[in-house]
């Protein structure tokens, strides 16, 4: 099993900047992808961003493609999402998920493990 923890959320301004960490444990060396999705009250669950360990291919929703920032360090076995130029639609719990095999990477379904969330919260 892989076990995953997000870190670095919080509440900030508009505009603000926000560094979200996933840190990865247990048998990882089957990973092949991993993604950042949210979720806000009463919503479904989206994609965000994700990345390929190997290669270091980086997919994003349109919504934060020129704001948000994908990338890893195999090394410590973590994943990182730099968010800036927040904007208060970007409120919501933000999930990290890994997958070994699959078809695609923007659906909730083609991921295995999760973790628990970190909230985000941009004040106006």
């Known amino acids: 099993q892989v076990q995953l923890v997000e870190s670095g959320g919080g509440l900030v301004q508009a505009g603000a900047s926000l560094r979200l960490s996933c840190a990865a444990s247990?048998?990882?060396?089957?990973?092949?992808?991993m993604g950042w999705f949210r979720q806000a009250p009463g919503k479904e669950r989206e994609f965000v961003a994700a990345?390929?360990?190997?290669?270091?291919?980086?997919h994003y929703a349109d919504s934060v493609k020129s704001r948000f920032t994908i990338y890893r360090d195999n090394a410590k076995n973590t994943v990182y999402l730099q968010m800036n130029s927040l904007q208060p639609e970007d409120t919501a719990g933000y999930y990290c998920a890994s997958r070994s095999v699959g078809s695609y990477y923007s659906q909730v379904q083609e991921y295995d493990y999760w973790g628990q969330g970190t909230q985000v919260t941009v004040s106006s």
């Open positions: 990345i390929t360990l190997s290669g270091g291919r980086t």
């Open positions: 247990g048998r990882t060396f089957s990973t092949s992808l």
